[in-house]
């Protein structure tokens, strides 16, 4: 299976380890990643604040992009995901706004977007395309942990969850537990936790990331798994912060779900060794 590969807005950045274990992860099940070398930022959802048009012309020239290769995109951020997939979808439903979109890109790259690469997440070509029997055949390490999936709210739109459901997701969970793991529900799994305004309104981040961190954890979770990277910066790096400013219980070993797989599937043992440590200690 050939994809054309987007790290997203922080995955070769403040989130390293996530790159680091993508590419063992896809090697395994004979997923080969095409980098697009002239990809750009997505916005992030926070350009749109300022210019919905610049945030739709940037996935659009990904898109783009990935379509000269023949290839639809690929990317392991929820965050991501959605905005290639909602400009897709608004350039699919307005052709007006599509040809100006094209118009724009074309004069600035020489290329444009006609609609036949669309956007996936890491979690729907796993379940979907490689197939959970597959995943629970690679697997080394069983991760024998009470484990919550976080999906946050962006994939979870109609249409950009792929054939999971919109409303009562389970793909994270059907993951977990060919892993090996044992997945934990709450009621917080697609609730926001304000990753974009982080930057503008951090006191309201904060209490939304709390709120989901806490839920989590009373519900019997060891272990958080992000399907974001976006979020899991959130989740992961401001927890303390979180809890500090909420009173809140919010400590939690958080990880993303490149690095669970990978850890699954037997690289870097050193790091799930690291991690069980942080789950006897923090997680219960």
């Given at each position: 299976m050939r994809v054309a590969y987007y790290p997203g807005n922080v995955a070769r950045g403040a989130m390293m380890e996530i790159e680091d274990c993508?590419?063992?992860?896809?090697?395994?099940?004979?997923?080969?990643?095409?980098?697009?070398?002239?990809?750009?930022?997505?916005?992030?959802?926070?350009?749109?604040q300022a210019s919905t048009r610049l945030q739709h012309a940037l996935a659009a020239r990904n898109l783009a992009l990935a379509e000269q290769k023949g290839l639809d995109i690929m990317t392991s951020c929820a965050t991501s995901h959605s905005i290639h997939c909602d400009t897709a979808t608004t350039m699919a439903a307005d052709?007006?706004?599509?040809?100006?979109?094209?118009?724009?890109?074309?004069?600035?790259?020489?290329?444009?977007?006609?609609?036949?690469?669309?956007?996936?997440?890491?979690?729907?070509?796993?379940?979907?395309?490689?197939g959970l029997d597959k995943i629970n055949a690679a697997v080394v390490n069983p991760?024998?942990?009470?484990?919550?999936?976080?999906?946050?709210?962006?994939?979870?739109?109609d249409g950009f969850c792929s054939e999971d459901d919109a409303f009562n997701p389970h793909y994270l969970e059907d993951l977990i537990t060919a892993l090996g793991g044992t997945p934990v529900e709450y009621e917080s799994k697609c609730q926001s936790v304000g990753a974009p305004s982080?930057?503008?309104?951090?006191?309201?981040?904060?209490?939304?990331?709390?709120?989901?961190?806490?839920?989590?954890?009373?519900s019997g979770a060891e272990l958080m798994v992000s399907a974001c990277t976006i979020s899991h910066a959130n989740l992961d790096s401001y927890q303390v912060k979180a809890g500090k400013m909420t009173g809140k219980d919010t400590k939690m070993?958080?990880?993303?779900?490149?690095?669970?797989?990978?850890?699954?599937?037997?690289?870097f043992p050193d790091r799930l060794a690291q991690l069980i440590t942080r789950v006897k200690v923090i997680g219960g």
């Open positions: 993508i590419q063992p992860l896809c090697k395994s099940l004979g997923i080969t990643l095409v980098e697009i070398p002239k990809a750009t930022s997505d916005g992030g959802n926070i350009i749109r052709a007006v706004l599509a040809a100006q979109l094209n118009n724009l890109i074309a004069r600035s790259s020489g290329i444009e977007y006609m609609g036949e690469s669309k956007s996936r997440h890491l979690l729907h070509v796993l379940v979907e395309d490689i991760l024998d942990m009470n484990i919550a999936g976080y999906y946050g709210p962006y994939m979870q739109q982080l930057l503008t309104n951090e006191k309201i981040a904060m209490k939304m990331t709390a709120a989901v961190l806490s839920d989590a954890k009373q070993p958080v990880v993303h779900l490149a690095e669970l797989v990978a850890f699954a599937f037997g690289h």
